[in-house]
């Protein structure tokens, strides 16, 4: 399968760049190379035309061409100070909504299956999709939240079960819902007499017998109550709100397959009823089915999919629909999607993305288990990051009083947990790693809440109201205040970046740069201590704007940040 689908990384990358090294000015513009290739011309003359048409004397003191036809923007310190300073009094730190761009954005995560741990992958589609679904409604698209919970299929009957056997109310029994699964599991691989029952208890469901629907909806509660505990711990934004479970579909299944046949695409094979998504082909370089009904009628995965695909752009009016899952279901989504343009249900203003990442790996590099081989649960790792993060804050700031530590300890220790997730590039597998991920140096949530707790202290140092910077003179006269400078400027661009490429780690790479630029101004450029006074009070305002900065583009990531720690 080679399809490529899903948001193109190349597209988000802008024309012109920051440069590098000061050396080449403050921005690089390739523009001239990919031009000069259309056009079959040289690219430094490409360049030099585009210069002999460009009126940038407002912003740049400089324009000039390096190496091959890099164009070199020098901009004016003035200038930039005007940029930052209007930066400084927006509310939405320079993005901008353009609402005749806004789409209804659809993203489908965390899913988790009823009855059932969130494993780790639960997990990561549950971060990385807040995360995208903060950053498409900032960058002012109206989202749809969608939890795709598992609730359907033929593992109900040994659930309800057991569940029956149990004999006692649902909560106790499953209060883990590890051994609850496993328990029934085992009874329907061992107890004589158990699998039978259990697919009897399938057909009552699907028959919609009453007394079993009961039991299937206790399930269901008790699991949700497992799920919304987790969101709310991690701070994610879902609510039973957003639940659109499988089940919702189940009277949409009958006319997804009659549909398909009237459009000329179902075939049956060997009993089932299958089609065939245009470019898919299995080992044998033949085309690759895709079930849609069994030979006994059932429904599967793929079939939901579709209607759930359909409803998403039929009913909630969908321009853009993101799959936030695994990339072991790469094929399945493939094919759903190439089946959805093949039915024209997705008409190709309808942009379909999916957004796969990879495992997460224990030390040993193998898929993360906990020491004795069992899947790690989410409460538990919860439980050790705050604890963790506990031992850090207790050694970096013995004074704090005990419930300010426990506090900080849980926004630092989450904050970490989601970072180290968020800021490697998802559709790789990543180590997990708790010193590093608690570091309070590098690319890490502890690096960037500290730069904001240190903005902080220096308010605190200096007794400043920071209502009363409100309209202050920004200059940027050093090169830390220049870098600083640019830094900040970049955060839109950021944020529709990753709108576009839905890549969150960039935003992660920003804040860190960001980060990393505030200490080096902090380094070179006293702030309360400033030469005079017009410097301090530029300084302060350099040093609020990145705070919010920090605080705004940490909010998008689902992360908190305190005043001190
Ligand atoms: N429940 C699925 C799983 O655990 C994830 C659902 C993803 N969303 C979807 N529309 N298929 O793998």
New binding site residues.
């Given amino acids: 399968m080679a399809a490529a689908f899903g948001p193109d990384y190349a597209q988000a990358d802008p024309l012109i760049k920051l440069s590098a090294n000061p050396k080449f000015g403050d921005y690089q513009a390739n523009a001239a190379m990919g031009l000069a290739k259309k056009l079959g011309e040289n690219p430094r003359q490409v360049a030099q035309k585009i210069l002999d048409h460009l009126d940038v004397d407002e912003l740049a003191e400089k324009v000039d061409i390096a190496g091959p036809g890099f164009i070199n923007v020098h901009l004016k310190t003035t200038y930039l100070a005007q940029q930052v300073q209007a930066l400084a009094s927006d509310e939405r730190l320079g993005v901008a909504i353009e609402a005749d761009k806004a789409k209804t954005v659809v993203v ?1 995560y965390s ?3 009823v009855a059932k741990e969130m494993h780790v992958g ?1 997990l990561r589609s549950t971060i990385i999709g807040d995360t995208l679904s903060r950053v498409l409604a900032f960058a002012g698209h109206r989202v749809i939240r969608q939890n ?1 919970l ?1 609730d359907w299929g033929t593992q109900f009957g040994m659930l309800i079960e057991n569940l029956l056997d149990a004999g006692v109310d649902a909560s106790a029994q499953i209060s883990d819902l590890e051994d609850f699964y496993r328990n029934a599991k085992q009874r329907f691989d061992a107890e004589e007499g158990f699998a039978d029952r259990a697919r009897k208890r399938v057909v009552a469901l699907q028959g919609g017998d009453e007394p079993t629907l009961e039991q299937w909806r206790l399930l269901i509660a008790e699991s949700k109550r497992h799920f919304n505990q987790a969101y709310e711990t991690l701070g994610v934004i879902l609510t039973d709100d957003d639940v659109r479970a499988e089940s919702f579909y189940n009277e949409f299944l009958p006319s997804v397959v009659e549909d398909l046949k009237q459009a000329g695409l179902l075939v049956e094979s060997q009993g089932a009823q299958v089609v065939f998504p245009d470019g898919f082909k299995n080992h044998e370089d033949e085309p690759q089915a895709m079930i849609v009904q069994k030979s006994d009628g059932g429904y599967l995965y793929a079939t939901t ?1 579709l209607a ?1 695909a359909r409803y998403r752009i039929e009913q909630l009016k969908a321009d853009r629909v993101v ?1 936030v ?1 695994d990339a072991r279901q790469a094929q399945h989504f493939g094919m759903v999607f190439q089946t959805l343009r093949d039915a024209g249900w997705a008409p190709p203003t309808v942009e379909l993305d999916y957004v796969p990442f990879g495992m997460v790996l224990g030390p040993n590099r193998k898929p993360f288990k906990t020491r004795t081989g069992g899947t790690v649960k989410l409460i538990d790792l919860i439980h050790e990051a705050q604890e963790r993060a506990g031992a850090v804050i207790r050694e970096k700031n013995p004074d704090l009083s005990d419930d300010e530590q426990k506090n900080i300890a849980s926004v630092v220790g989450i904050g970490a947990l989601k970072y180290a997730d968020l800021s490697s590039d998802r559709i790789k597998d990543y180590v997990f790693d708790w010193d590093r991920m608690l570091a309070l140096e590098g690319n890490t949530a502890p690096y960037l809440q500290n730069a904001y707790v240190r903005i902080q202290s220096i308010f605190r140092k200096g007794e400043v109201d920071v209502a009363s910077l409100d309209g202050v003179d920004v200059q940027v006269v050093e090169p830390a205040e220049k870098t600083l400078a640019l830094k900040l400027l970049q955060f839109a661009g950021v944020v529709d970046a990753v709108a576009l490429s839905l890549h969150p780690h960039r935003l992660c790479t920003y804040l860190y740069e960001l980060a990393s630029a505030y200490h080096g101004f902090y380094e070179k450029c006293p702030v309360l201590t400033a030469a005079d006074e017009a410097t301090r009070q530029s300084r302060l305002a350099l040093s609020h704007v990145t705070a919010r900065t920090l605080q705004q583009g940490l909010n998008l990531l689902g992360i908190d940040v305190v005043s001190r720690m």
């Fill in positions: 489908d899913g988790p299956n639960h795709h598992g999919d759930a799959y899952t």
